[in-house]
């Protein structure tokens, strides 16, 4: 780092916070952060700690994934407002237990205090034992009709109802990594004892983010709501797959960076050793979404999590055709991130690498003529003082124009520009990326919707 750190990194702060003014944004711990984030629900067949693939008894015996998984999603608690951890049918033994997340949770306990220093967001490991439960036993598999229904309820599917009956207007993510039984047992019961108004205006908060189908209910989800939210990954999700091999997992995640780090399982089935994670695109999606890069409304655009197809006829996404190669296609970029997280959890914030800031100047969407000469202009920072480097791209996975835009000094931060082809009724989608040269090096993106009249 440079020298006279506290002056410089003072001055870049106030810097950064400056270029979001106009909007709502919260001082939390080392940097300043916009205070809306994604509400996220997670289900996991999540095994105990001391799982294994081949050998023990049936309870102890499971894929450690969903561990990988868990590791990575707790160094991002502090961009979601986590509202629940639902425990669902796991291991070989088919046994849900809350315990197994709440094991997990007491190693996280060890670093937060750490990770507070980063971002004063992070929640309290109390916080996320208080919102952990107990989902059913016996589903993992299982045909819908036989998990569904009266006499069926866990304490998981209450909880989900009573939080889609709060006032807090916003969607509730549901990042399904194991069976959706919880989930669909609380979305069965609304359909069978609320008005059809009730039921219409309480599934229009519900987001849904399936990693493949693991019991009947997610084929039931799809077949009996049409207009609910579902992104149907059926192997998008093997995009994470060997994204880093046991070299880089033991330098970076499972050495000397705390309790929470040195769990992480070095293999999971059906893979080589190092980073599995199938069921991390489900989150990964919104931790893009919070870096600028997507709209988690619209899956159609590329994202840490994938980018999928609409269904056309029902409110369901399903893999695009280029399937977990829109998730590699940012491994090295999501590695480095997770990397730079898991230096927060033993590092001081002066020896840490942390976000840059970047902000499109003007609006995110706006209207424009052909032929039109569109000037892009953006103010950037970075919180520790790195250089940074601007690259302005056309999004042509998301937008609609037929034309391969050229964008002048596309690597000029407030000089760049392109000229508006001559497609009137079609989309223009430019994204703004701003890398700094820390170690690792991190990414912030912006996107903006160009409109041809």
């Not at 590092?347 to 499109?360: E, L």
Request: glycine share 8%; net charge negative.
């Amino acid at each position: 780092m440079k020298a006279f750190f506290p002056i410089i990194s003072l001055l870049i702060v106030l810097a950064s916070t400056a270029l979001a003014q106009d909007e709502s944004r919260e001082q939390s711990g080392g940097l300043a952060r916009s205070s809306a984030k994604p509400r996220v629900v997670v289900l996991t067949d999540f095994p105990p700690l001391d799982t294994s693939i081949d050998s023990g008894p049936a309870h102890k015996r499971s894929d450690p994934d969903d561990i990988q998984s868990m590791v990575r999603f707790l160094l991002y608690a502090n961009d979601f407002d986590v509202e629940g951890l639902v425990a669902s049918s796991a291991t070989f033994a088919n046994i849900a237990n809350k315990q197994n997340i709440r094991d997990i949770l007491n190693l996280y306990d060890g670093v937060v205090s750490n990770l507070r220093k980063h971002d004063g967001r992070y929640p309290t490991a109390d916080h996320l034992r208080s919102i952990t439960w107990q989902g059913r036993s016996g589903t993992y598999g299982r045909p819908a009709k036989d998990i569904l229904g009266p006499d069926k309820d866990s304490e998981a599917s209450e909880k989900i109802i009573a939080l889609l009956d709060g006032s807090d207007p916003r969607p509730i993510w549901f990042c399904v990594w194991g069976g959706s039984c919880d989930l669909a047992q609380a979305l069965w019961k609304i359909k069978e004892t609320r008005s059809a108004l009730e039921v219409e205006r309480l599934l229009s908060k519900v987001r849904v983010y399936l990693i493949g189908l693991q019991d009947g209910t997610g084929q039931w989800l799809l077949d009996t709501f049409p207009k609910l939210f579902v992104i149907a990954a059926k192997n998008t999700w093997m995009g994470m797959f060997g994204a880093s091999d046991l070299a880089w997992v033991n330098a970076n995640i499972r050495q000397d960076h705390g309790g929470l780090g040195a769990i992480y399982p070095t293999v999971a089935m059906g893979t080589k050793p190092g980073v599995k994670e199938g069921d991390s695109p489900s989150f990964m999606y919104l931790v893009s979404a919070c870096r600028g890069l997507n709209d988690p409304d619209q899956p159609d655009q590329p994202s840490w999590g994938g980018q999928f197809v609409h269904d056309l006829v029902r409110n369901h996404w399903t893999d695009h055709p280029a399937g977990d190669k829109t998730v590699k296609r940012w491994n090295a970029t999501f590695e480095n991130d997770f990397a730079a997280r898991m230096d927060w959890c033993v590092k001081a914030f002066k020896d840490a690498n942390h976000t840059p800031v970047a902000r499109v100047k003007g609006g995110l969407e706006r209207v424009v003529k052909p032929g039109e000469t569109v000037k892009l202009k953006a103010a950037a920072t970075d919180p520790d003082g790195n250089r940074i480097t601007t690259k302005w791209w056309q999004s042509t996975e998301a937008d609609s124009v037929a034309a391969t835009l050229t964008i002048a000094n596309s690597d000029s931060l407030d000089n760049a520009s392109f000229v508006v082809p001559n497609e009137p009724g079609k989309q223009i989608q430019i994204i703004l990326e701003v890398t700094d040269n820390g170690t690792p090096s991190l990414v912030v993106y912006q996107r903006v919707v160009y409109n041809i009249n």
